[in-house]
């Protein structure tokens, strides 16, 4: 059996904040990583590779949205065996993407090179404390919602039962969710009848997902919608309990490269959600 | 009149079925041209799931070809799984194309291509969801002429009902020459209608208009005569053939799927036809002669095809891969230029006397020796005679431990059950061979952990080979000899844990061989099944004998014939069978003789390397052998890294 050299070390390691938007909103995690290994050649990125029988790219994804949940917040994270300046990354790597797949930041990871361990910076998924997800439900009326989230949010603890790998599970949904409310304005400006939550959930074991929120409230409140949810992550990153702001989990990369490095990295711009977020008129409720 | 996406209206039941993705579209290289500017409009319909459709080959070459012409617009579309169908019915949402999912009846022209006879009855769902008439008779000027083109299309009098047209054949200048005739037509105001435009078709001889013909039939069920019955249309009708694959070197840019597919790398065709002469073998009969596409072309398109998809393996197709001119050559220098790369070749379909261990090393540079695949398909010499599958077992045997003294731990081995003139002690010997092999590959390498996996397939006699007369095996035969080998096997204590063997019961091959060799009168049994629920027939979990059967019976009641007339009876010399009227070239008197040599034990060599033996295809179609060696060699590339 041919052993051949051992693979090319990693140079360099990049962090990428992804979006999955409208219609790819239906690729599943393993469409997703196929599309991105493909791009990934055709932009001659020089990607590193696994040792052993079978090769892997070193590409490692972290909490990837379901099927048929769109996401302005996906997260992945690249290693190189040379070095790339992130922004043309950024760059090369969305042309190579289908629209849809887009890529909205690249930032270096800083490596403690040669370092002790505990100055490496932490993987990205401890930084990925919650999610805020906007969930929009086509033919549900704003007043049955509201109720619905107010009965939601004022039960200690609300028990769903899900289909897992491990067979059926019951959990607790309510204290994973942090903040939760009709996003009334963004309602208004939609001309189909709708009601659209935004909430923030925590990450936690097992995870709840929105739909799980949503069986809840079916629970709670017997919210029934006619057709299935419209589900977008609109971040994800450390949750500051006092805010119920989400940081861009990125931010620690960025802050941490050398300033020589910085003027390399530094056209990427930094996760902005003022656009989400402007004239937002959450009724927020925190347990 | 202006035709919009059903998207906005199927996007909401997508989170309903299973994987969506393969709904949507967008792929890497797909295109959406303008609706309006095109003068002639194509819809290409591969009749299976996407994860199969998609990675077609002729689909994709002629949805490039047709998408690169001015005023040329093609899209395509494929059977959408039973969740979706029964939606798409309950919302009123039309068969729609993927690229710009518009509805498939706003097209001037539906051409869909059967690789296999299983996708008939996926034909009338997407037809029917369409809002296009099933059968071709009740459609009018409004709707778009249904063809039907692949290998399957050889024979489509099954389906004759449901077409307007069929051609035989390669595609690439035909369907060129079709849309030249649809636009000629459209633009002096579509004279005449659809029976002008179908007339225009057929009198070039090279479409094939099924309602211009009458079958007449004898008291027995035998077809008496087909004619045709309109001036101007020939009595036969002549298969295509592109005689320079280097002037069509197609798909150049391949089209890549988000969803996963069965084949994820971008396929090369070395070469097309197939001159070896395996009686059983329908593409290996049809697509004569052999024409090779030149170690310079295809050096070209790996390397454009790789660029432009960011696939990671490349596969080099034809009948019998090894058999190119200068395969050596083309394996070496591919292996050279992607060294490293972590780009992998793979050469299907290869025959044990054409392979070479150098060849298997250069295809596994630096790469895995996961298993190495070979198709002996009879099991004993005198069924390889048959056959005219000219492999001895000592060839094979050399063949496999070369292979194991290489490294390779697993041997996979295909064969065919239910041959003519097959009796039990032909099936039997398949477990000495795998005996032997399993024996050699511990010999050679003085290791327990060698493998041989056998797999079997039923024989369903087709169209256009000298196996067209042959009466197919019985389904209870096949099924005794199969379990016949598989008890030997299991007894087997010496090797009987070192070999696998995978086969399936007999009765999907007894229906795929009344589609096959079908007629006019099978089209009465296609729709009532396709009426019954029958769906996907390709898939053993929708595939149902029983409604098959059922259906034939009722189907065929009033009619001097039955499913066994269709499969399990012999036919003679002086038959008329459906498809005489198509021209494959081969002559018939000559498959014939072959026929008679194959009872007879006798084999024929490869016209390639000795004398022609006169099959009558190269006369016929004006057509001639096209093989290298070039003597060109191709140069390593010097790659160019962004960033």
């Known amino acids: 059996m041919p052993e051949g050299p051992a693979p090319a070390p990693v140079i360099q390691r990049l962090r990428v904040h992804y979006a999955k938007r409208g219609r790819l909103r239906f690729t599943s995690h393993r469409d997703i990583s196929r599309a991105v290994e493909r791009a990934v050649r055709r932009a001659g990125i020089p990607v590193a590779y696994s040792a052993g029988f079978t090769p892997h790219p070193k590409i490692s994804y972290a909490g990837a949205a379901a099927t048929g949940v769109a996401s302005e917040a996906e997260y992945l994270e690249i290693g190189l065996t040379g070095t790339r300046d992130p922004a043309q990354v950024r760059a090369d790597l969305d042309a190579a993407l289908p629209a849809g797949l887009d890529i909205l930041d690249v930032v270096q990871v800083p490596e403690a090179r040669g370092g002790a361990e505990q100055h490496r910076p932490e993987p990205i998924t401890e930084r990925l404390q919650a999610s805020e997800w906007r969930i929009r439900l086509d033919g549900v009326t704003v007043d049955a919602a509201a109720s619905a989230v107010a009965a939601f949010m004022a039960a200690p603890e609300i028990e769903v039962e899900r289909l897992t790998k491990k067979g059926r599970r019951r959990f607790d949904v309510r204290a994973a969710v942090f903040a939760c409310g009709l996003d009334r304005r963004a309602t208004e400006a939609t001309d189909v009848p709708c009601a659209i939550l935004r909430m923030v959930v925590r990450h936690t074991t097992p995870v709840v997902r929105p739909d799980d929120v949503l069986t809840g409230l079916r629970q709670v409140a017997d919210l029934a919608p006619p057709s299935p949810p419209l589900v977008t992550r609109l971040a994800q990153g450390p949750l500051d309990a006092d805010t119920g702001e989400l940081a861009d989990p990125l931010d620690p990369d960025r802050d941490a490269v050398p300033p020589g490095v910085a003027a390399l990295a530094g056209v990427s711009p930094a996760l902005t959600r003022s656009a989400d977020t402007a004239g937002e008129d959450v009724v927020s409720t925190r347990p | ?643």
């Open chain 2, 1 to 643: 009149m202006p035709v919009e996406s059903i998207f906005p209206r199927l996007e909401p039941l997508l989170p309903r079925v299973q994987k969506p993705i393969q709904y949507v579209g967008g792929e890497l290289n797909s295109q959406t041209k303008d609706w309006a500017e095109a003068e002639v409009r194509w819809a290409l319909m591969y009749p299976d799931a996407y994860e199969v459709g998609l990675p077609n080959q002729g689909v994709q070459i002629l949805y490039e070809i047709l998408n690169e012409r001015p005023g040329v617009l093609a899209e395509r579309t494929y059977s959408v799984w039973p969740d979706l169908e029964a939606l798409m019915r309950e919302h009123g949402i039309p068969q729609f194309t993927v690229d710009a999912h518009r509805p498939v009846a706003a097209f001037d022209v539906l051409g869909v291509s059967f690789s296999t006879e299983l996708g008939y009855t996926n034909l009338l769902t997407a037809l029917d969801l369409a809002g296009i008439p099933l059968e071709a008779a009740d459609r009018g000027d409004e709707h778009p002429i249904v063809l039907a083109g692949g290998h399957a299309a050889f024979n489509p009098e099954p389906i004759a009902d449901f077409l307007d047209a069929a051609v035989l054949g390669d595609g690439e200048q035909i369907v060129l020459a079709i849309t030249e005739v649809v636009r000629e037509w459209k633009a002096e105001g579509s004279p005449g209608g659809r029976d002008e435009l179908l007339l225009r078709l057929a009198a070039s001889g090279g479409v094939y208009v099924p309602r211009f013909f009458d079958v007449s039939y004898l008291p027995d069920g035998r077809i008496q005569r087909v004619a045709p019955n309109r001036p101007g249309v020939p009595f036969q009708v002549a298969k295509h053939t592109v005689m320079d694959l280097d002037e069509w070197p197609y798909p150049k840019r391949p089209l890549v799927p988000l969803a996963e597919t069965v084949h994820e790398r971008y396929s090369v065709e070395i070469f097309r036809g197939c001159t070896r002469g395996c009686r059983f073998c329908q593409a290996g009969m049809i697509t004569r002669p052999v024409r090779e596409r030149s170690i310079t072309t295809i050096g070209a398109m790996v390397e454009q095809g790789l660029a432009a998809s960011g696939l990671n393996e490349v596969g080099l197709l034809s009948l019998s891969s090894a058999d190119h001119s200068e395969i050596g050559e083309v394996a070496k220098d591919l292996a050279d230029r992607y060294e490293g790369t972590r780009t992998s070749l793979s050469l299907p379909s290869t025959r044990v006397d054409a392979f070479n261990i150098t060849l298997a090393n250069e295809f596994s540079r630096g790469g895995r020796r996961s298993g190495l695949t070979f198709a002996p398909e009879g099991g004993s010499e005198r069924m390889r005679k048959v056959i005219n599958k000219m492999v001895s077992e000592d060839d094979l045997i050399r063949t496999v431990t070369t292979a194991y003294e290489n490294g390779w731990r697993q041997v996979k081995l295909y064969f065919m059950c239910g041959l003519p003139t097959e009796a039990d002690e032909d099936v039997l010997a398949i477990a000495d061979m795998a005996r032997r092999v399993i024996q050699a590959g511990r010999e050679a390498t003085g290791r327990r952990d060698i493998r041989c996996t056998v797999s079997i397939g039923g024989f369903v006699p087709k169209p256009h080979t000298p196996f067209q007369w042959a009466a197919q095996c019985d389904h209870e035969t096949v099924d005794r000899r199969l379990r016949a080998l598989k008890d030997t096997l299991r007894r087997d204590r010496e090797y009987g844990k070192a070999i696998g063997l995978r086969y399936h019961d007999g009765k999907p091959s007894i229906i795929e061989g009344l589609l096959s060799r079908g007629d006019r009168r099978v089209g009465k049994v296609i729709r009532a099944v396709w009426e019954d629920g029958g769906r996907f027939d390709g898939w053993s979990e929708h595939f149902s004998y029983e409604r098959w059967a059922g259906c034939a019976e009722k189907a065929l009641a009033g009619e001097p014939v039955d499913l066994d007339w269709y499969t399990v009876r012999e036919r003679a010399e002086v038959e008329v069978l459906p498809w005489d009227h198509l021209d494959a070239g081969l002559d018939r008197e000559w498959l014939w003789q072959d026929w008679q040599d194959a009872i007879d034990e006798t084999e024929v060599e490869d016209c390639r390397w000795t004398p022609c033996y006169d099959c009558g295809v190269c006369p016929t179609m004006g057509t001639e052998i096209q093989i290298g060696p070039t003597g060109k060699r191709l140069l390593p590339l010097s790659v160019v890294q962004s960033g």
